[in-house]
């Protein structure tokens, strides 16, 4: 019988689709798994073959817990709000609906196409109306909590887009999606609060099984440390706030910076003797993006600041005070004291602009450089501090500053609060309506969804405003509350907004009187695996977190987390070993790879590729090799033996397969759980035949990777039922070990021959299995036994002279 592929991968995918094999069930007294992968962003091009990685591998996971008796719940959906596809409505001028609607089906096909098992009857898209309603509705609800707000602030305008970006969507100074620069420029804002849960998001990693570099990127992108708040007076009579994780170095600083949007610059306006020359470095700095003027190796500069000049609390010495734009007014308090002979960067700077640079901790030389490896040093020129270690200065210090009025402790985090609003037309509408009487004010929440209504254009106004201010059939309201004209917000939500929830409605999609019943979440929750790029460990999964938290403090989830393990995979490169990308004309269509080989061959050479968690480039010439295997296992049916059980010949490498197997697909080794399984049928194949028992346990194994031929084969060889409805294999530990080893045998350490022996074969045994070989023999011939050796399992050596 010959293996079509094609014909036996789209006969299966029609039966489980006609017979919902895959659909979660609603009973709640089952034990239930909840799978998770990244819903995909719909372009135009379609999936590309790093997609079915992250697929595959958690498919594998769901099958096997179905076999494992879970009631499984392994959904997909999409993220199809956004830019790109707003862009590409924008140049092709279609309706951004329908360019969503045709890139989901070209995905929602391809997905099919590859056998995943998850739950269609569960899908969502974050654009349909029945979706963003709460998505909006979880923004009212923030809203009322205080948790949305709106500020005037400095933003990241990027000059194509023409929208607001997040600090974390600049990279290098440019706008990540279109590469164009980005300036900064004053805008009203609506921004999320989630510095407010900056301490739970860090503290609550705890209780999670996040792979360790995520828990990493999550610690350092919200940057908790402890420090002090500390005054400096001002020759003006001004007070200058600083924050600084080394108060204990504060009889070093010899100058301070200030960041250039700095209030006080406008206020000293008047008192500058140079403030032409300040103005026109707080023009340079506002072209710059954070990112920019953060980075460490960048060329210092500014400008100091003639006319007043800052008092040093400890010593009351006055110091310069700088303008400089490596300084940014997000962080702390827009203000540093610099001690140049501790900070790699206040040195470069002082030397640039010829500063003092006073040692406070001994043990470096600062001539040359800064001392920053100085945890175990000794104070020094630091006054009542002198002698004592750095921990003891820091607690000393800051007590003084405490009793004298001049600083306080201080618990400081990098992460600011979540810009969230965007210019544009392709997004949720923000459910605000402004009142001159009432100020912001939510529309009731009978009145969701706030639908997007049509437009001609989907420019964004020159001005920067979304294109939704261009229609006053939607701008002009009434006041919910007073009833008097009002205007409704025309931001709309950025992308991050309906992935941030999106895991919830998974439990209850279809509920219209809630995003999910509570019973549902209570079930369902937490997502016990969940898998993605690790592009996306740090932001996605930060505001996912965060909303989790909201909604479970405000009683709407049970788990104050949503996800009680993550993982990530590594990228697939070119051939070539870069990255895939049509540039290169590296770029491998999955949809060719399933046309050639099948899904089966394509799903497991995805995960024989190499370790899971680290890039690896594809290989044409490997595919082939997984094909062949699977040609291997289709002959298998040609010589079933009618009994059931392992025979003797092959049961000890079943019960290690199935342990190794069992155990791989645990820990993300996926090819060496199939590497385990071409072993076995190396094995079988060597002997004369296989048994049904030895057939159904190994179809059972390889069902996960390779769904559709190992149906086939479960069916054609007369197996009752479907093979995903069976039991996963079980092992016997005790079985797992040899009944024969290969041993080396050496003499005079010297391997002369390798030998099978029985695995618990005495010494005696052993080393009568060694002297008979004739290899030994001959080794050996006319010379006296000084000593003989076993290693049990091993080796043997014969010391002779």
Known sequence: MTYDFAKIEKKWQDIWDKENTFAAKNDYSLKKYYALVEFPYPSGQGLHVGHPRSYTALDIVARKRRLEGYNVLYPMGWDAFGLPTENFAIKNHIHPEIVTEKNVARFKSQLKSLGLSFDWNREINTTDPGYYHWTQWIFLQLFKKGLAYKKEMAVNWCTSCKCVLANEEVVNGVCERCGSEVVHKKKSQWMLKITAYADRLIDDLDDVDYIN???????????????????????????????????????????????PEHPIIEKYKDVLTNYDEVKSYQDAAAKKSDFERAEVNKDKTGVQLQGVRAINPVNNKEIPIFVSDYVLMSYGTGAIMAVPAH????????????????????????????????????????????????????????????????????????????????????????????????????????????????????EPTQDGESPLANLPEFVNTTCPVCGRPAKRETDTMPQWAGSSWYFLRYCDPHNVNALAAKEALDYWLPVDWYNGGMEHTTLHLLY???????????????????????????????????????????VVNPDDIVKEYGADTMRLYEMFIGDFEKAAPWSSASIKGCKRFLDRVWNLQNSVIDQDGYRKEVESEMHKTIKKVSEDIENLKFNTALAAMMSLLNVITATDGITKGELKAFLIMLNPFAPHITEEIYQQVGFEGMLNQQ?????????????????????????????????????????????????????????????????????VNIVVK
Request: net charge negative; charged share 30%; proline share 4%.
């Open 727 to 795: 039991s996963w294999v079980t092992y016997d530990e005790a079985k797992c070990k040899d009944s024969q080893v290969e041993i080396a045998v050496q003499v005079n350490g010297k391997i002369r021959d390798k030998i099978v022996i029985d695995a618990e074969s005495s010494k005696e045994d052993a080393l009568n299995a060694a002297k008979s070989s004739e290899k030994v023999a001959a080794s050996m011939d006319g010379k006296q036994i000084v000593k003989e050796i076993y290693v049990s399992g091993k080796l």
């Open 544 to 586: 996912s977190r965060f909303w989790h938290k909201f909604l479970y403090d405000i009683g709407v989830v049970s788990c104050k987390e949503p996800y009680q393990k993550r993982t990530s995979h590594g990228m697939i490169l070119g051939e070539n070993g870069e990255k895939m990308s049509k540039s290169r004309g590296n």
């Open 343 to 458: 900070d790699t960067r206040d040195y470069e700077f002082a030397k640039t602009f010829d500063l003092p640079i006073i040692e406070v901790v001994a043990g470096g030389d600062i001539t040359k450089e800064a001392f920053t490896d100085c945890a175990t040093g000794t104070m020094v020129n630091s006054g009542m501090l002198d002698g004592l270690s750095v921990e003891e200065a820091k607690v000393k210090i800051v007590d003084w500053l405490k009793e004298n009025g001049k600083g306080e402790p201080k618990v400081n985090f990098k992460l600011r609060d979540w810009v969230f609003a965007r210019q544009r037309y392709w997004g949720e509408p923000i459910p605000i309506v402004h009142c001159e009487h009432c100020g912001a004010v939510p529309i009731p929440e009978d009145q969701l969804p706030l639908k997007l209504p049509e437009v001609e254009s989907y």
């Open 213 to 259: 570099p995520v828990k990493i990127q999550q610690r350092n992108w919200i940057g908790r440390s402890h420090g002090a708040e500390v005054t400096f007076t001002t020759t003006q009579g001004d007070d200058l706030v600083i924050y600084t994780t080394r108060p204990d170095t504060l009889f070093g600083a010899t100058y301070m910076v200030i960041a």
